[in-house]
């Protein structure tokens, strides 16, 4: 059985901020997040989650994925371990995480519990220029991990060491809560420490080991703003180039922000200024220029977006967006579509083949296929209380500068004259056409403008 406990009880409070540390995001996504499903992926069958401060925002993000245990008052490390005790499987190996370390990967999760088969605990270890706030690992004459030391705890000597304490352990469970009973506060925080284990565990002679990870990065605590700052350039580094390798261009890495739960199809070009949030999917053969921004949003093979906004909605094959165009709230945009220059798409469903090239509000609307939708039209589906909805069927040609006043339904093959403000539907093949009529006042020009 393996199992996990994640430290995330405590305020962070070198973060100066209202939000727990463990919720801040990094790349679009809370910390906690990354975390878990980290451990899911290296296979972990029981995630615990230790909650104290902000434990109700926890708990509403992670919902029922994880089993929580609360820590209240924040006693230190090996105290929030304690809190977990009645809801761990006593077989097996268990992990231990902070909840402020981002940027593990479930390879090394993986191999964590590996090196600890034939031990009791193996702490992951890393090598540092500087070991600063860190725990140091101390060895003793024969390399045997003999204790970590807390920074504020260090004497010089230990202070200079360099290898350092991540945070990561994996215990064989039995020993973890066995050993947990005999740590003691009385060290510089007062606090009940988790690394103390280590020296119980060489008393007791069991079994200790230490795991040096490839990349001290990956294993960074995330402390304050300055360390949230460099998990986030490390983890879209990460991302980024698990995209390329996949076959995506990115035009200049440095300046595109993917989220680590996108998904890109091979062949798709992505410019500078591109920011992808959330659980979008993008198609083969697509092309995002500048400055677009999708969060939630699912894009067919060979669409292309120009500087366009588009959040939880969709996109289907070879339609174009923009540039300057905005679809939201479940709005789909259907294949071989043209959504052009300045215009906003609110919960609407648009068909195959139906274009809307310019300036255009479309909001609460089904739009059939192989609709053409003229410059400046616009959907008016709000009386100041409640929302309507528009219905235009397939073939219908919407002149220039209509409004269409909801509920209104248009039919199929019907025509509306520009200028048009339609209150009331129209049949399928006839014309609506609702403003006033023209009069020519001849010479009329000239003469105002002898006046
Ligand atoms: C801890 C380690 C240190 C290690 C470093 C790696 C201890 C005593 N120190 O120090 O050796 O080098 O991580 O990043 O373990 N937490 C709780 N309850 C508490 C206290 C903390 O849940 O009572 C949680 C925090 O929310 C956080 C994690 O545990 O996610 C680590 O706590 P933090 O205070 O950041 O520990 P460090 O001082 O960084
Ligand atoms: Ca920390």
């Known amino acids: 059985m ?18 727990c540390k463990v919720m801040h995001p990094v790349c679009g996504k809370p910390m906690i997040g990354h ?44 105290h929030a371990v304690m809190q977990a005790d009645s809801l761990v499987d006593e077989e097996g190996d268990t992990i231990v995480l902070n909840g402020d370390g981002p940027c593990i990967q479930s390879e090394t999760i993986q191999k964590a519990f590996e090196a600890n088969r034939d031990h009791a605990l193996t702490v992951l270890s890393a090598k540092l220029d500087d070991g600063a706030h860190y725990g140091r690992i101390i060895r003793d004459g024969d390399g045997k991990v003999a204790k970590i030391v807390e920074a504020k705890d260090c004497s010089e000597k230990e202070r200079a060491v360099n290898e350092i304490n991540t945070g990561l352990f994996v215990f064989k469970t039995k020993e973890l809560f066995a050993g947990l009973k005999e740590i003691r506060n009385d060290n510089a925080q007062q606090e009940y420490y988790l690394t103390d284990l280590v020296e119980i565990f060489n008393r007791k002679g069991w079994s200790t080991n230490a795991m040096v990870v490839e990349d001290p990065d990956e294993t960074m605590g995330v402390n ?14 990460d991302i980024n180039r698990r995209h390329m390798l996949n076959g995506v261009t990115l035009v200049d890495p440095a300046h595109t922000y993917i989220g680590a739960d996108v998904e890109i199809g091979a062949d798709t070009t992505i410019y500078p200024n591109v920011m992808i949030e959330g659980e979008t999917h993008i198609g083969a053969h697509v092309q995002i220029l500048p400055n677009s921004f999708l969060s939630n949003a699912k894009i067919g093979d060979d669409v292309l977006i120009d500087s366009s906004k588009i959040v939880d909605s969709q996109v289907d094959a070879h339609t174009t967006v923009g540039p300057m165009s905005h679809l939201r709230n479940h709005t789909h945009v259907h294949e071989n579509c043209r959504i052009g220059n300045f215009v906003e798409f609110k919960n609407s469903d648009f068909g195959n083949g139906s274009k809307c090239a310019h300036l255009t509000y479309i909001g609460d609307s089904d739009f059939g296929e192989k609709i053409n939708v003229g410059c400046g039209v616009v959907t008016v589906n709000y009386d100041g209380k409640n929302k309507y909805r528009t219905t235009v069927k397939d073939g219908a040609f919407i002149g220039s500068n209509c409004n269409l006043i909801a509920p209104v339904t248009i039919g199929e093959n019907a025509l509306l004259a520009a200028g ?32």
């Open 2 to 19: 393996k199992s996990a406990i994640v430290l995330a009880a405590g305020k962070g409070t070198r973060m100066k901020s209202a939000l």
């Open 35 to 78: 975390i878990v499903s980290a451990l899911k992926n290296a296979g972990v069958e029981k995630i615990i989650v230790v909650v104290g401060h902000d434990a109700e925002k926890v708990k509403e993000y992670l919902n029922d994925e994880v089993a929580y245990a609360i820590q209240s008052p924040q006693l230190g490390t090996g």
């Open 224 to 237: 304050d703003r300055v360390d949230l700052a460099q998990a986030e350039a490390w983890m879209r580094n």
């Open 420 to 451: 048009s403000t339609i209150t009331d539907s129209v049949n399928d093949g006839d014309m609506g056409i609702a403003r006033a009529r023209q009069t020519i006042k001849a010479g009329f020009g000239e003469q105002y403008k002898k006046k």
